[in-house]
């Protein structure tokens, strides 16, 4: 079986998989984008910014 360059990583032909959570339902590719930006928020909440060269006068 041949396997073209743009074929996905990962098999996509069958059912998504779901979290339950009282009437909350959400696919775990989803619950886990949702989890990567919030890591990169914190993330970018806690670096410190970029600190310029002052100039002495």
Known sequence: ???SPLSAPVD???PGHYV?????QISVANLIVIGVIVLLFVVALLL???KGRRRDD
Do not use: E
């Open 1 to 3: 079986m041949a396997v």
């Open 12 to 14: 996509l032909n069958h």
């Open 20 to 24: 339950h959570w009282g009437m909350v």
């Open 48 to 50: 410190p910014f970029p």
